[in-house]
């Protein structure tokens, strides 16, 4: 019986270490392709393609809508929790408005790189 609790801990422990590793090579993957979006965005998005890393592709066009939904929740828990009443002002309004125009602005250059570099590489083939 100990064996098993012990190889059960052990094979739990392997996969857990591995989830860790993933995640780290995710998130440095992910990084880099956020900068490179901004110094070269197209050598980044024909990059993405040719690996076909779906889950990069999610990222990279997810990050706008990340960012807008933290803003979200900043402003949520702020209202809440700091001024006790769900009442916005003029400042909260305004930079909820000028987040959500960018980060639209921020999906649609990012959407348009991925649209050119996939016809891009289907001319090309």
């Given amino acids: 019986m100990k064996k098993k609790i012990y190889e059960f801990k052990r094979s739990v422990r392997k996969i857990l270490k591995i ?9 440095y993957c992910w990084l880099k392709n956020i900068y490179g979006m ?3 965005p197209s050598l980044t998005v024909s990059r993405i393609k040719k690996r ?13 809508w990340f960012l807008w939904l933290g803003w979200g929740i900043v402003l949520a828990v702020s209202r ?5 009443r769900w009442q916005f002002g003029w400042l909260a309004k305004t930079s909820f408005w ?8 921020c999906f649609l250059v990012f959407l348009y ?7 891009r590489r289907r001319w090309n083939e």
């Fill in 19 to 27: 989830i860790f590793l993933l995640g780290l090579r995710e998130i």
């Fill in 38 to 40: 901004i110094e070269h």
């Fill in 52 to 64: 076909e890393d779906l889950s990069q592709e999610i990222l990279v066009l997810g990050l706008p």
């Fill in 80 to 84: 809440i929790f700091i001024f006790g």
């Fill in 98 to 105: 000028g987040v959500s125009f960018l980060s639209l602005f």
């Fill in 113 to 119: 790189f991925f649209y050119e570099g996939g016809r």
